[in-house]
């Protein structure tokens, strides 16, 4: 079904008041513009204590799974998969999230899209930091395309453990991004990481915060291509096999 928008959704939630304790374990979500999309009310009426866990999701066309409006949502051991023709594809798309989101153990293989995982408005604390963990996340497509993309203010983010691989047409090679932050947001810190694509392009991280530990990056095409954020440069990485 090639339909965008909350109304062709699998299933749905109104932000027609908030919700607390919707919990998904152990379900099958197919087809839809978006799996599940779920909204809470306001900014300042938040849906509470959403849970997404080991749920399977096929063939979505807009995003597997849209929330926005939540505080604290939890999403482990889901699968993603989707054949979408639709180049602004996001698997997971988070919106305005406060405090301590957790994403982690989810895999993501998308053939063709925009972002793997999309935060917009993400804003953890410091004494809670956002958990996106042991993802294993794949995309591919003809467009731009980021395996992790924060935009707006996301804050106080932990990326650990994640697998991010990169399946890019060979002439659009040069837009593409394991991680890209355009948002205005900080203290995002990036450790132990694998990144890997078929065919490197003109970047493999875009931002403006992040802590550069440990991760591994593949062996640059451009050998005078030079990656910089806050202060910190990575210049022809050779990949740990």
Not at 28 to 51: Q, Y
Not at 108 to 135: K, S
Not at 167 to 182: D, F, I, P, V
């Amino acid at each position: 079904m090639e339909r965008t928008g909350s109304a062709d959704a699998t299933v749905l939630f109104t932000s027609a008041a908030a919700k607390s304790g919707i919990a998904f374990q152990d379900c099958e979500v197919n087809n839809g513009s978006m799996g599940i999309c779920k909204t809470g009310r306001s900014s300042t009426e938040l849906d509470s204590k959403t849970s997404i866990t080991g749920t399977l999701f096929y063939n979505q066309y807009e995003a597997a799974v849209a929330l926005g409006n939540e505080d604290a949502p939890q999403l482990t051991n889901n699968a993603i998969t989707s054949l979408s023709a639709y180049d602004k594809f996001k698997a997971v798309a988070l919106n305005d999230i406060s405090n301590q989101m957790v994403l982690s153990n989810n895999i993501v293989n998308v053939v063709h899209g925009e972002a793997g995982v999309a935060l917009y408005n993400c804003r953890a604390q410091l004494t809670g930091l956002g958990q996106i963990t042991f993802n294993s996340i794949t995309v591919g497509g003809q467009k731009t395309a980021t395996g992790i993309l924060m935009s707006g203010t996301s804050d106080n983010h932990v990326l650990n453990f994640n697998r991010v691989k990169l399946m890019m047409n060979e002439e659009q090679a040069g837009r593409q991004a394991y991680y890209k932050n355009t948002s205005v947001g900080k203290n995002v810190n990036m450790m132990n990481n694998i990144f890997y694509d078929l065919n490197t392009g003109s970047y493999t991280i875009v931002g403006n915060t992040y802590k550069d530990i440990n991760n591994q990056l593949p062996s640059q095409s451009n050998p005078d291509m030079v990656i910089s954020a806050n202060g910190i440069s990575v210049e022809k990485v050779e990949i740990i096999r």
